[in-house]
């Protein structure tokens, strides 16, 4: 199956059309913005209704990353001569309120709720993933190099905190929340 990235290469080969795919650039460079700003305010709420200290941890030091995934945003605009905006990013409003019901509708202090959290915060990191990796490949071909590579660094960060979710799932959350 062909990616995002090679239809937009592939509906842009041979066009004169590299105004149209920088602007389609910016549009996903103000969503993912949106979409970052939003998880900061989000992870506080999910590191605070979580049960183990670990998942408590794992939310509370993505937080710090995406603090700074939002300084990098800024960055990239500028490495583009455009000033950081925003734009409202309905699928990470949608995910984040997935989080918020899976709070209300779990009890708290029990690993049936990280077993959720868990979910919602892996849902949100591969749409974090899929977005940076689009933004990444659509960088390189405008020739946005420090954009590239900025985009690059978040890109890692993103599948790190998506890998150490899964650990935590593994090591004993799901097995627990089973036996409640
Ligand atoms: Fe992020
Ligand atoms: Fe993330």
Redesign the pocket.
């Known amino acids: 199956m062909a990616s995002f990235t090679d239809s937009v290469s592939n509906f842009f080969k041979g066009e004169d059309n590299d105004t149209s795919l920088r602007g389609l650039f910016i549009e996903l460079l103000k969503d993912i913005y949106y979409a ?1 700003k939003k ?1 900061t305010d989000t992870l506080p709420v999910l590191a605070n209704a979580a049960t183990t200290s670990e998942l408590k941890s794992a939310f509370q030091l ?1 937080l710090q ?2 603090q700074t ?1 939002v300084q990098r945003l800024e960055q990239v605009f500028r490495s583009i001569g455009e000033e950081p905006d925003e734009v409202t990013c309905e699928a990470m409003d949608g995910l984040v309120e997935e989080g918020n019901e899976v709070i209300s509708e779990t009890t708290d202090g029990t690993l049936t709720r990280d077993a959720g959290l868990i979910v919602s915060g892996q849902k ?2 591969h749409y ?1 993933i899929a977005t940076y990796g689009s933004l990444r490949s659509l960088a390189q071909m405008l020739g946005f190099t420090e954009a590239a590579q900025l985009l690059e660094q978040t890109l890692k ?2 599948k790190a ?2 890998e150490k979710l899964t650990t935590i799932a593994e090591s004993f959350v799901n097995q627990r929340a089973a036996a409640e």
């Open positions: 970052e998880l993505h990353e995406t995934q949100v990191e974090e960060e993103e905190a998506d």
